[in-house]
């Protein structure tokens, strides 16, 4: 008797029908066309779009083949090869991978033009944002990192902190994950001087906010943080550091006054918001620490009104006349001398503020939301005495005490007379910053041969690029500009120098971002004493070198 199976599985069916599915030759040829015409278009139009803008700007820089050599291929060239080095070239030869994957990403010719349209079409009937920026409610847009700083672990977790120290690849060294053990030694380091650390942790949009994100909250909903937050601040207490938290006095505001503390298609709070932390951290800074007043600056405020787009509409890479998140309007007050000059930090000042972006918004005019009217400038009024600041926007969690540090090391005393240093960071930090141990030593300056110009002049030089240093890609940050440092070699009498220049521009790289090692350019330098008040707020990347990062920098324009 035969026997049947009245039920095969799925997997014998498919192996069935697949095995014995039938095309017809006209149809198979026309698939395989389509196959390769959709695989070769987008690098074939790629080519002849660079051959033609080459040619219009007799430029050589080709995603495609670059200076004649294909990109994965120039670590590889005999001018750098060191067969004692195989490991160093491999890594060398990773990163280029890396980069050339992250550009052509970013400056595809045929991504350029499709991006912008898509993404329109997502955010505007969707609601969808990118990798990069969330869309909440009532044209509120939100940066990812802040929202994974609340939704992700906790920070002092011990298996989140295992998972970040080990985030490190061959060309990137990974973090410190633990802010604990930065903050507690910046503290100690200070009090050995006789200084008191304020830890100012700035709470990010969504954690006042969080009904503009979800509808799972409303206006009198309590701020947020992340689940970690409180023993942080625990922790910090037992040790003895001072914190200073803005989030009530921003709660307090919002729910008194029903209005935003933040812009709402930005990171960063609203001037009115900033200005009451100013205020009350001036009041804080009195009571707790008794810092006693200097005499009448006579410093005034003026009012200001600024028109701008915000970051994260910006981050979203929308088409240049998109109308689904219009500019935003906004009263700031700038800070005025009684010679009636905009307000300067002076090195002498009894308080040192180290912030990043959200006290250089307002402050910073390349940002675009005015100058000398954020939160140094705010903290000196009410403050009624001058404060010296170090600031930099991006990496709040070592970038400003690195600055303070490199200022020690070259012999420059920051520390001198000062009675309190605040520490102002986006609180996201917490969670994704490197909290690297920094030492404060104060040295004698370094002899260098490097060269500088002199304050008020300008040299035109040509010379070899050793070094440069990274820089991020256009969009995936919040800020609109960024400064590298590049080691130049083989100037005339066989000087080098490191050199800061502009590498983004309006979330548009400039030449100077693909400068690599090995390169001959003609740069027209200054000293950077001459422009360091105007871009020493700039994100910047420095060199790997210590000794580089040493020595004195020349600010750079580059020569066509």
């Known amino acids: 008797m035969k026997v049947t199976r009245q039920q095969r599985s799925r997997e014998e069916v498919a192996r069935e029908e697949v095995g014995h599915t039938k095309v017809r030759r006209g149809v198979a040829i026309l698939l395989v066309c389509a196959f390769l015409i959709a695989i070769f278009a987008v690098p074939i139009h790629q080519h002849f779009a660079e051959r033609r803008i080459a040619g219009q700007q007799d430029d050589d820089d080709s995603l495609v083949w670059g200076d004649g050599w294909p990109p994965l291929l120039k670590p590889w060239r005999r001018e750098n090869w060191k067969f004692s080095s195989l490991i160093e070239a491999n890594r060398r030869m990773l990163q280029s991978i890396a980069e050339l994957e992250d550009r052509l990403e970013d400056e595809s010719v045929f991504g350029q033009r499709v991006r912008p349209p898509m993404q329109a079409g997502l955010s505007g009937v969707l609601g969808v944002g990118n990798e990069q920026a969330y869309v909440g409610h009532d044209g509120w847009l939100f940066y990812r990192p802040g929202i994974d700083y609340l939704t992700g672990p906790g920070f002092l977790e011990p298996r989140q902190l295992a998972r970040r120290a080990s985030e490190g690849n ?228 070592f970038a400003t005490r690195d600055m303070l540090s490199r200022e020690l090391a070259r012999g420059r005393d920051r520390l001198d007379g000062k009675q309190v240093v605040v520490w102002q960071f986006a609180a996201r930090e917490l969670a994704v910053g490197d909290w690297r141990l920094i030492p404060l030593e104060l040295r004698d300056p370094p002899e260098t041969l490097f060269f500088v110009p002199a304050p008020g002049s300008s040299q035109i030089v040509e010379g070899t690029v050793q070094a440069v240093s990274e820089v991020p890609r256009p969009g995936t940050v919040p800020y609109r500009d960024h400064i590298l440092s590049v080691h130049l070699v083989e100037l005339p009498d066989d000087a080098q120098a490191v050199v800061y220049l502009h590498s983004m521009r309006d979330n548009e790289w400039t030449a100077a971002a693909r400068l690599r090692p090995g390169q001959t350019v003609s740069l027209e330098l200054h000293s950077w004493s001459d422009f360091a008040d105007q871009h020493d707020g700039i994100n910047r990347s420095e060199l790997d070198d210590w000794e580089l990062q040493l020595q004195e920098p020349a600010w750079g324009v580059l020569m066509p």
Do not use: C
């Open 170 to 397: 061959e060309w990137r060294a990974a973090p410190q994950p633990d802010p604990r053990k930065a903050i507690i030694d910046f503290h100690q380091q200070l009090a050995a001087r006789d200084i008191q650390l304020i830890v100012m942790p700035t709470p990010i949009k969504p954690t006042i906010h969080p009904e503009q994100f979800s509808q799972r909250f409303d206006l009198t909903s309590p701020p947020l943080h992340n689940v970690s937050y409180p023993k942080l601040l625990d922790d910090l207490a037992a040790a003895g550091v001072h914190v200073y938290d803005p989030t009530s006095v921003l709660h307090e505001r919002k729910l008194s006054s029903s209005e935003a503390q933040y812009l709402a298609t930005d990171t960063h709070w609203r001037p009115e918001a900033m200005e009451a932390a100013a205020a009350d951290l001036a009041d804080h800074l009195r009571r707790a620490l008794h810092l006693d007043s200097a005499a009448d600056q006579r410093l005034r405020r003026e009012p200001v009104q600024i028109e701008a787009y915000g970051d994260v509409a910006l981050m979203l890479d929308l088409p240049t006349d998109q109308t689904l998140f219009p500019p935003e309007q906004v009263t700031i007050h700038s800070v005025f001398t009684a010679d009636n000059q905009y307000w300067r930090a002076r090195e002498e000042a009894d308080v040192l503020l180290l912030g990043d972006s959200f006290s250089n918004i307002f402050s910073l005019e390349p940002m675009g939301w005015g100058e000398a009217a954020g939160f140094a400038e705010q903290l000196s009024y009410y403050l009624n005495a001058p404060i010296d600041r170090l600031v930099r926007n991006d990496s709040g969690a």
